[in-house]
């Protein structure tokens, strides 16, 4: 009875100082929370009745948000609820910092997954057919074939140059495996190398050879001066006429999911689409596309993130300010 009691002792002590944490890390999570209580209290004494999901929306964004929905927002809100698509209290939490597991346990899926799979969509809808791809940051834990091929690109280059940090320089999943210098895809179409060493050096690829380089959410793991010396080689190892395509996340939104640090324990910085459009144009790229991935336009316009938001947004949009991350098609002129 005494182990009973002791195990309920430190598991509500656990508890309690994951709450005191949050209200330390977070306390304006907490007095909206507080102010929001206070007035569906009032409403409901004051009606003698629950709201209904209109006026539940309107009062959300009165009391939360501070700010009043546009009828785009509030019918997103309110059908997904006379659905039965979201609960009110998810509707509450998608808008406070809360750790990934309480976020797997409360929604259906995490943004973060909806977002995979909106990435998935833009390698399989998007990205240019070539013979010659290098891609950088493109190593797959699951797959010598690497990101790019797991994700479903569409078609069979005959060569993949994938370039990676070696597994001792990762701080995130320093125990993924490195694969062989040299793989052969099993129906013998694509020839893949591999090359550890950072995505800044690319010293050993000649120049006018790469038909496409893909950089998939790596921009961001290195720093901004390094960052531009990746975008000055990547001009130079590309052919006239070839591609250069990136996607990365977006700090207008990051900056509201987050609000300390980064998404990411990797990364170095974050950009907003201007930020690293003028280092692509000033090196010479000639941009073709621009698009929002999983666009946000409600939590953009409310500065506000909403968990929710993103875990619907699985497309994208031509206005790329929206996007949780953002992508960027460009081409090397033939001159």
Known sequence: MTKDRNEMIV????FCSKIFRYARYYPEDIIRIFWFAIFLGLFYFSNWRSPNNEEFVHLVYAYFL???????????????????????IQVILSYLMLPIGIEQKLFSRTGIEAHHLARVKLVQEILPQAEYILDLGGSCPASPEGALMVMGYPYNPQQLDIVDLPREERIYNPQSEEYPQQFITPDNLTKINYIYRSMADLSNFPEHTVDLVWSGQSIEH?????????????????????S??????NRQLTKLLVRRGFVHPEHKIEYTPDELIAKIQKAGFIIKKKLAVSPMPYSLKTKRFSKLELMSSIGFSENINQGFSFFI???????
């Not at 501070?66 to 039965?84: I, M, R, T, V």
């Open 244 to 249: 250069f395509c990136l996607d990365t996340p």
């Open 329 to 335: 098609y460009c081409s090397k002129p033939d001159n």
């Open 222 to 242: 290195v720093t901004e001066e390094e960052a531009e010396k990746v975008i000055q080689e990547v001009f130079r190892v590309i052919k006239p006429g070839g």
């Open 11 to 14: 598991k509500y002590g656990v």
């Open 66 to 88: 501070f700010s009043p929905p546009s009828e785009k927002e509030l019918s997103f809100y309110k059908d997904n609820l006379d659905q039965g698509n979201f609960s009110r």
